[in-house]
Structures are given as structure tokens and as C-alpha cells.
């Protein structure tokens, strides 16, 4: 009811509500642009024109008894820094809150998340017994979740051990605290954004192919940047199984599409100009050779529905190209 209450108050007062993120607001009066960020009950107001700000808590407070805070510092655990020219995303003080917890504050920090090729079946029997208190670890997962939205670095680690919330091993727990290691390193860590002259959007898909021994699903990952600044990354297994490398690829190249997709809607609606068509980057020949042939083969006919979705994009100029990446040996 509160929800249906703010909304309908919003746009009554001229604001349009986000057909991509429902959660904002957007309002375009003369030169005046103004956004509004809501959750629950917590407003973030961002406007062109300072001297706008006053009006605006004004208009809420006719309706609204409301708190001014200030210049945005904290929201929802998320440290704000800024200076002139850029703007950090933190949580600092959640992730120390997060060690402390767990009593990982004394012990010597690891300088990766999670092993490079770990295969729980190499592991002693021991660790993989079942692990007796399962709360435990899903509240810890919980809280990583959370924690990647602000560490892109976790973003793996926290999905590989998300998939086992309800039934995790000893092992899995002793991947969780090391997790926690590798965060004591450096617990300040964040997302910077720069200002840039340029909003062009570029992205970057990757796949892991039958990464997951138990199911033999692939894993989709990809990164979209606007401009020099990370604004979106995904780590998740793939709903079906994949019968080649290429298929794989191709699943990734078209979840990384989708997101570009719901990207440049956003900026639309916040009136920025991304200039299409847009570079998306994989390092895959194959997968590259069947987005850009528009005959479909037999071998491809099982992932049919992913072709027609990449394919439709390529002819209607979303992308420049598919670029193909190598990854040096090192």
C-alpha cells in the first residue's frame, strides 16, 4: 500500500514512472532534469540543477513527512565517495561488520577468491561430508550476495557456492571462509566511476564450458561498460546443457545482449545518447562464425531460438560487430 501510495503521489506530481526499473522516477521540466531513486522508503533525488534540490524536498514534504539527510553518503549498506572527478561505490564497513562476524579478522588474508581449476572430488572424504549447520552458511552466502554488488571480483565465487544453499558440504563452507580471506586484503574495495567524454557502451561475454561436474552445465559470464566505468556483470550457470564449446559461447554472447538491451533502454529514459551500434567482445571464432552466417545448419538447430534472438540484433545494427579477444598465456 505504501508503494501504491508513493507511485500514484509521484505521478501526480508530474513524475513518469521507468518501464525499466520500476523503482525510478523521472521528471523533464524545461532544462530541469530530475531522477528519484526509491526503495522502500529511502529516496535518492539526482537533478542537473542544485538549486532544483529544495523544490523538490518540498514537493515530497507536502505529502510525505519525510527526513532530510544530506548530500548522499550511506544507502543500504553502500558507502558513497566522491570527488570532482569520480565517484566510488563501497562497503567497507559491511564487509569489516562481515569478518568480525565470523571471526575472520585475524587471519592472513589469500590473494584469490577461490582456487583456479578446485574440483570437490579431489578433495579428502572428510571435507566432503555434509555440512551440520546449514543456516550458518546460507547467511553467509546471503551477505556475499549482497557484497558483490559492489565487488565484481566475488561475482564467480559467490554463484559457484550459492548453488549449493541447501545442501552444502564441509568443503563448500571451507571455500565460503576463504572467500572471507580474500576479502580481509582489501576490505575498502569498490567500483569507481570517472567522469568521461564518452557513454559509448562495450561488453565482454565468456563462457566455462561444462564447468559444473555434477549437471555439466556451462557457466555464462560477461561485463557491459559504459564508457571506461562498469556498470553491469553476471556470473551464472546456464539453464541447459550445452553439447559444444560454441554453443556455450553463443548462450553467453546472447545473455550479454539482453543486458545491453535493458542498458540502453535505461539510458533512454535518462536521456543519455549511446552511440549504436554497440562492440560486444568474446573470444570464441565459432560461435562468431554462426552469429554472422545466416544459414543455420544442422549442428546448430538445437540452440535455434538463440540464433533467430542474436541474429535479429546483428541485422537491426544493435552491434558493430562481434570482436574476437585472445587471452594471453600468461
Request: aromatic share 10%; net charge positive.
Amino acid at each position: 500500500m505504501w508503494n501504491e501510495k508513493l507511485v500514484y503521489v509521484l505521478v501526480d506530481l508530474g513524475f513518469e514512472q521507468s518501464k525499466c526499473d520500476h523503482s525510478m522516477f523521472v521528471m523533464t521540466k524545461d532544462t530541469v532534469f530530475i531522477v528519484l531513486h526509491v526503495y522502500v522508503d529511502d529516496i535518492i533525488i539526482s537533478v542537473n540543477c542544485s538549486k532544483q534540490i529544495n523544490d523538490i524536498k518540498q514537493l515530497l514534504k507536502s505529502k510525505f513527512l519525510i527526513k532530510d539527510l544530506g548530500k548522499l553518503q550511506y544507502f543500504l549498506g553502500i558507502e558513497v565517495i566522491r570527488n570532482s572527478t569520480s565517484l566510488c561505490l563501497t562497503q567497507r564497513k559491511y564487509c569489516l561488520d562481515l569478518l568480525a562476524e565470523f571471526r575472520m579478522t585475524g587471519y592472513k588474508p589469500v590473494s584469490c577468491p577461490i582456487k583456479a581449476n578446485h574440483v570437490l572430488s579431489h578433495l579428502c572424504e572428510k571435507d566432503n561430508q555434509p555440512l551440520t549447520n546449514i543456516t550458518v552458511y546460507q547467511k553467509l552466502l546471503g551477505k556475499l550476495i549482497y557484497l558483490s554488488h559492489t565487488r565484481p571480483d566475488i561475482a564467480y565465487s559467490v554463484h559457484y557456492l550459492s548453488q549449493f544453499m541447501h545442501s552444502p558440504l564441509q568443503a563448500h563452507f571451507k571455500i565460503a571462509l576463504r572467500l572471507l580471506r580474500y576479502l580481509k586484503g582489501a576490505p575498502g574495495k569498490g567500483i569507481l566511476f570517472k567522469k568521461g567524454e564518452s557513454l559509448n557502451i562495450k561488453a565482454f561475454s565468456d563462457s566455462d564450458w561444462a564447468k559444473c561436474l555434477s549437471s555439466r552445465k556451462s557457466v555464462t559470464g560477461f561485463c557491459v561498460f559504459l564508457g571506461n566505468n562498469l556498470v553491469s556483470w553476471k556470473s551464472k550457470k546456464q539453464s541447459t546443457i550445452s553439447r559444444s564449446s560454441a554453443e556455450a559461447e553463443y548462450r553467453s554472447i546472447c545473455a550479454a545482449t539482453c543486458e545491453i538491451i535493458w542498458i540502453s533502454n535505461h539510458l533512454r529514459e535518462l536521456k543519455i545518447d549511446s552511440k549504436l551500434p554497440v562492440q560486444l567482445c568474446c573470444d570464441n571464432t565459432a560461435s562468431i562464425s554462426i552469429a554472422a552466417n545466416p544459414v543455420f545448419h544442422e549442428r546448430t538447430k538445437h540452440f535455434e531460438i538463440d540464433l533467430f534472438f542474436l541474429g535479429e540484433k546483428l541485422l537491426k545494427e544493435l552491434f558493430e560487430q562481434l570482436v574476437l579477444i585472445r587471452r594471453s598465456s600468461c
